[in-house]
């Protein structure tokens, strides 16, 4: 990926944009500046981590050092960089010099666009007036809206209804009766009992992990793992049993 990114030139006119163009050219240089066995940015270097790295990747990104300082890890921060690009990508709020698809979105219209805005909005039958076009996407949707609703209204579904709603969408559905309890629940529950007593849920669960050792085939989702292995023992064990 980083060897595509040397090949590419990246542009945006968006200075909100501007952090992750930083994150880019810092990943560049490291990569041509930089040991490979160098897993961690320098010290002091700015690397910028607001609006670029998604959440899930921000604990997994940060390490402590041997001084007990925190560090970032190179492999995360790239693989973050590189999710919140592809997603800038493809609403083109950052696009590649000298590409077709992923061009300056300022190249997807005509040079003389604005010279001749009468004649293009013609061809494109819409209005010049903005608030017009606003007005009779309106009217537009709430007759199609409308006729939804008598569509569904006539086929005797008394559980849904559409409706203006303030704080929530106009399809509402009427919450459904509680399915009935399945047939073999009771005869299961009976069974554990009289097997097992009373013995609570989690300490079979906990048993059985610690016999079968079948908590080991779990993997994090990052590169490295810093959890002590009891500590994440015991959170797997409470997210199988919630």
């Given at each position: 990926m980083?060897q595509?990114?040397?090949a590419?030139?990246?542009?945006?006119?968006?200075?909100?944009h501007?952090?992750?163009?930083?994150?880019l050219?810092l990943i560049?240089?490291?990569?041509?500046?930089?040991?490979n066995?160098?897993?961690?940015?320098a010290?002091?270097?700015h690397?910028?981590v607001e609006?670029i790295?998604?959440a899930?990747?921000v604990e997994l990104?940060y390490?402590a050092?041997?001084?007990r300082?925190?560090?970032?890890?190179r492999t995360v921060y790239?693989?973050?960089?590189?999710?919140?690009?592809?997603?800038?990508?493809?609403?083109?709020?950052?696009w590649v010099v000298?590409?077709?698809k992923w061009?300056n979105?300022d190249?997807d219209l005509?040079?003389d666009?604005?010279?001749?805005?009468a004649?293009?909005y013609?061809?494109?039958?819409?209005p010049l007036?903005?608030k017009?076009?606003?007005?009779e996407?309106?009217?537009?949707?709430?007759?199609e809206?409308s006729?939804?609703n008598?569509a569904l209204?006539?086929?005797?579904?008394?559980?849904?209804?559409i409706?203006?709603r303030?704080n929530?969408g106009a399809?509402h559905?009427?919450?459904?009766?509680?399915?009935?309890?399945?047939?073999n629940?009771?005869?299961?529950?009976?069974?554990?009992?009289s097997?097992?007593?009373v013995v609570?849920?989690?300490?079979m669960l906990?048993e059985t992990?610690?016999?079968?050792?079948?908590?080991n085939?779990?993997?994090?989702?990052g590169?490295q793992?810093?959890l002590d292995?009891q500590v994440?023992?015991?959170r797997l064990?409470l997210?199988?049993y919630?």
């Amino acid at each position: 990926m980083i060897q595509i990114l040397e090949a590419l030139e990246f542009g945006s006119t968006n200075t909100v944009h501007a952090p992750m163009m930083e994150a880019l050219a810092l990943i560049k240089r490291y990569k041509a500046e930089a040991n490979n066995r160098m897993k961690c940015y320098a010290l002091g270097e700015h690397v910028p981590v607001e609006g670029i790295i998604p959440a899930e990747l921000v604990e997994l990104m940060y390490r402590a050092d041997s001084t007990r300082r925190q560090r970032i890890l190179r492999t995360v921060y790239e693989c973050g960089v590189f999710q919140s690009l592809r997603e800038k990508l493809r609403c083109k709020e950052i696009w590649v010099v000298g590409a077709d698809k992923w061009r300056n979105p300022d190249d997807d219209l005509p040079k003389d666009f604005e010279a001749n805005r009468a004649e293009n909005y013609a061809k494109l039958r819409k209005p010049l007036d903005p608030k017009r076009f606003t007005a009779e996407l309106m009217e537009e949707l709430d007759a199609e809206l409308s006729a939804l609703n008598d569509a569904l209204g006539g086929k005797g579904l008394p559980w849904l209804k559409i409706e203006e709603r303030r704080n929530a969408g106009a399809i509402h559905l009427t919450p459904l009766d509680p399915a009935p309890e399945p047939r073999n629940l009771r005869r299961l529950k009976t069974a554990i009992r009289s097997r097992w007593g009373v013995v609570p849920l989690m300490d079979m669960l906990t048993e059985t992990a610690l016999r079968t050792g079948c908590l080991n085939v779990f993997t994090p989702a990052g590169t490295q793992n810093h959890l002590d292995a009891q500590v994440l023992f015991e959170r797997l064990l409470l997210l199988i049993y919630a």
